[in-house]
């Protein structure tokens, strides 16, 4: 059974069944495998909890607003 993990940011829940629904099309036209195998995770993770250059999603975002 194909298991698709994706790991991000919050996503509202239709940005949820898109992505689910995206990913699944793809992943069954790539590899012939039936869609009923797949199943899909998503990881919601808190912008003080995802880095980048040394400095959270949640300052970067912070910084953007400021200008």
């Known amino acids: 059974m194909p298991i698709i993990s994706w790991e991000g940011g919050k996503l509202t829940k239709e940005q949820k069944r898109d992505l689910i629904q ?11 495998v039936p869609v009923k195998f797949y199943s ?5 993770q808190q ?4 880095g980048f250059a040394g400095e ?3 300052e970067i975002k ?3 607003v400021k200008g």
């Open 22 to 32: 995206r990913l699944t099309e793809v992943a069954v036209e790539v590899t012939k």
């Open 40 to 44: 899909v995770i998503i990881r919601e």
């Open 47 to 50: 912008d003080e909890n995802l």
């Open 56 to 58: 959270t999603v949640e």
């Open 62 to 64: 912070a910084k953007m």
